[in-house]
């Protein structure tokens, strides 16, 4: 989840399998800012708070609510 918002939910607002979101969130691959873009549109929170998030993932800190 992030921000409140489910990998199948963010997967049907951005029109991509639920497999793609989850490797994008995982934090192991690296996400283009363009696509961080689309995300951010999707939840409704700004670029830099999505690429805190993954950043976050990624370094296995706590992540923001």
Sequence with gaps: MIYGHTQVDIA??????KSAVCRML????????????????????SEYEVQLWILCKRSGQTLPQ
């Excluded at 049907?12 to 399998?17: P, R």
């Design 12 to 17: 049907e607002k951005l029109g991509i399998h």
């Design 26 to 45: 995982s934090g192991a691959h690296a996400v283009r800012q363009s696509t961080v873009k689309r995300l951010a549109e999707a939840i409704g929170r």
